[in-house]
């Protein structure tokens, strides 16, 4: 869960038309995923945390989102009461989180919890990768979090939530693609990590039961240091070379594709709006 052009704004291309224009390099590129704001390799470390469906998984790909799962008619509404329990839920999730991978390093640092160079030292995740300790604590986070959430979402909406869902949004035609989390590893895998630039893949999406109809939308946010005015904890603002480079952040690229005002959800602070 880095954020570079589309191809183009192709429409997503058939599975073997993609696995044939690429150099099968298994995990070529998946450091870069370090980049994307939810710092996860969700599909990667869990296939379960990828559009989870009526308890399965979606296994196809459809420009026009027809990926429905059965009983969809009864989750098409979120009532307010359980927007603000899923709500709460995430909120401790989130703190469950930091609190548990930062007692997991506790001999690592100097204090409880890391300085901001601390954070800036480099270090080797559990899969080998040379990462800053920012973003080694911040992927690790995630994994919790979001395993957590898959716990408490599993009795709050069943059927009616993904985990890390990847989308790829057109912006010339205002269209949006839901990418299955088998294609997701199939193209890392194959070496295709590049056709993957530009997608989007916030972390906890409640839907109807098609995550293309997206009721609310969460990204965790893990900032290193948790304290007064980190940045670390606002909405994405996309680099230069992306095709959303000074006309919205993070954030508004999510609401214009999925539709419902995204959240953020960061340990201490609870839900960002």
């Known amino acids: 869960m880095s954020h570079r052009p589309m191809l183009k704004f192709r429409g997503l291309l058939a599975s073997s038309m993609l696995l044939g224009a690429c150099v099968s390099t298994p995990g070529r590129g998946v450091p870069g995923h370090y980049a994307l704001d939810s710092l996860s390799n969700g599909c990667l470390r869990n296939p379960a945390y990828c559009a989870t469906l ?3 998984e979606t296994t196809t790909v459809q420009a026009v989102g027809t990926a429905v799962a059965s009983g969809a008619a009864v989750l098409a509404v979120l009532d307010k009461t359980l927007e603000e329990h899923i709500q709460e839920e995430l ?3 989130a703190n469950l989180a930091r609190s548990e991978v930062l007692i997991r390093h506790r001999a690592q640092f100097v204090d409880p919890t890391p300085s901001d160079a601390e954070c800036r030292q480099w270090t080797t995740d559990a899969q080998g990768r040379r990462v800053t300790w920012a973003m080694r604590l911040g992927s690790e986070m995630h994994e919790v979090a979001l395993q957590c959430a898959q716990g408490k979402l599993n009795g709050l909406r ?17 269209q949006t693609t839901f990418i ?16 993957l630039k530009g997608t989007i893949r916030p972390d906890v999406v409640i839907h109807t039961g098609n995550p293309l109809q997206a009721l609310a939308v969460f990204d965790f946010k893990f900032p290193c240091v948790n304290k007064d005015g980190d940045k670390s904890s606002e909405w994405r603002e996309y680099p230069e ?8 952040n993070q954030g508004q690229l999510y609401k214009k594709a999925l539709g419902p005002e995204p959240v953020r959800v ?8």
Not at 166 to 173: A, G
């Open 54 to 56: 009526t308890g399965k």
């Open 180 to 195: 299955s989390c088998e294609q997701v590893e199939e193209l890392l895998a194959n070496g295709c990590s590049s056709e």
């Open 158 to 174: 069943p059927g009616g939530f993904s985990l890390e869902p990847c989308y790829r949004h057109d912006l010339r035609t205002g």
């Open 241 to 248: 070379g992306h095709p959303c480079h000074g006309l919205m």
């Open 266 to 273: 960061a340990p201490r602070w609870g839900i960002l709006r």
């Open 91 to 93: 909120v401790d999730c």
